[in-house]
């Protein structure tokens, strides 16, 4: 049964150009209105569960959770803690916003029990922040880096390089002054232009160009190089962390294990059941007045769907997956999930790895991820 719980705030004080997460901009917010709501769906998970084991993770996203008053989140944690009970080094992890604003808060928030802060950084660069849309420039970052060092017992960065223009001196550089930060995680992603985004509307009119593949590509082999060199490895594609300061909460999604996800837009998995939650925060406010849980479609996942989504999750991670273990799990055979004539081509080129019953993709093959999982997946798996 789910051990891990994310709970979505939906609210930004701006929207960001490359941002296609569920956030969402208004002038304020009912807080008793939301307690009211966000408890009556966390209430309805923990009837829903077959048994009550312990939390391991809890996991505040958005949006801005930071924009949470922490009055709200202590109240959030103690009703989780008073319905599932905590494991005794549960991991709760809190997304802010590194302004001046929001930092003011650490303090509150590690008080409520929030013990994990990952800080949307997103560049060291104040042209690039601007480039961003973020709210914050590079010395409040650092600022509040370091305030929340004070406050909290792990930290972890975001920044998303591949910008337009990036050179690798460039990053070099950048990436350089983040790992002297001293954070035990970084989260590294590259820019990708998405659908229903403003730079997606840029780039249609020409207002600037991605940076191609090719040197994504090199960034990507630069990055790789550095975080191993300063001791944070990848564990995930786009996650590095010191060895045991990996996020429990997201290894449980790679791993593909249960959680409950609440609030507007949230997706669940449990007990082989989907179950996503109204978007748009006034939708969600109306179906949790109705129904007293804000679910807008829970739907039954077949074998073949499940597996299908292990598999490309589980891909992810530098540890790979136990293809015997998926296998059984689905009442099928491991030639069923993955194409071995595929898988030994490219173990041969060095892009994909077996030891055992596992398998894995290399840090050679790790760029071309998307690529390998259309090729070792078996194509009737991600049809499916």
Not at 45 to 60: G, M, N, R, T, V
Not at 108 to 120: E, F, K, P, Q, T
Not at 307 to 319: K, P, T, Y
Not at 362 to 372: E, I, K, S, V, W
């Amino acid at each position: 049964m789910a051990r891990a719980l994310y709970i979505h705030w939906p609210y930004c004080i701006a929207k960001c150009p490359y941002c296609d997460f569920n956030s969402h901009v208004r002038d304020s917010a009912d807080v008793a209105e939301w307690k009211a709501a966000l408890l009556a769906d966390m209430h309805h998970e923990h009837a829903e569960a077959d048994s009550q084991e312990p939390l391991a993770s809890i996991f505040f996203g958005g949006g801005t959770p930071s924009l949470m008053p922490p009055a709200l989140v202590a109240d959030l944690l103690h009703e989780a803690k008073r319905l599932w009970g905590f494991d005794p080094g549960i991991e709760i992890t809190l997304e802010a916003n590194p302004n001046s604003v929001e930092a003011a808060n650490f303090a509150d928030l590690a008080a409520a029990g929030v013990n994990r802060v990952s800080l949307g950084v997103q560049s060291l660069h104040d042209e690039a922040l601007r480039f961003l849309g973020r709210m914050h420039g590079v010395d409040e970052a650092l600022a509040a880096v370091a305030t929340a060092q004070s406050h909290f017992e792990r930290i972890s960065i975001d920044l998303i390089y591949a910008r337009p223009d990036q050179t690798k001196a460039a990053w070099r550089a950048e990436l350089g002054r983040a790992l002297a930060l001293g954070t035990d995680h970084i989260s590294l992603y590259q820019l990708t232009i998405e659908p229903a985004t403003r730079f997606a509307t840029d780039v249609r009119r020409g207002l600037f160009e991605p940076l191609d593949d090719d040197r994504a590509a090199d960034l990507f082999a630069v990055t790789r190089e550095m975080t191993d060199r300063a001791g944070l490895p990848a564990y995930e594609i786009s996650n590095h962390a010191r060895p045991g300061q990996e996020s429990r909460h997201n290894l449980t999604y790679w791993r593909y294990q249960d959680y409950i996800g609440i609030g507007p837009g949230a997706h669940g998995r449990r007990r082989e059941i989907a179950t996503v939650r109204h978007r748009k925060p006034e939708n969600y406010l109306a179906a949790v007045a109705r129904q007293r849980h804000g679910i807008a479609e829970a739907r039954d996942l077949g074998r073949r769907e499940q597996a299908s989504e292990a598999l490309l999750m589980g891909l992810r991670l530098a540890e790979g997956i136990d293809l015997a273990a998926l296998a059984r799990r689905f009442e099928t055979t491991p030639a069923a999930l993955i194409d071995q004539p595929r898988l030994a081509l490219y173990r041969d080129l060095g892009l994909a790895w077996s030891e055992g019953e596992r398998i894995g993709v290399t840090p050679r093959g790790m760029p071309l991820l998307d690529a390998l999982l259309g090729e070792l997946v078996q194509a009737d798996l991600v049809a499916s």
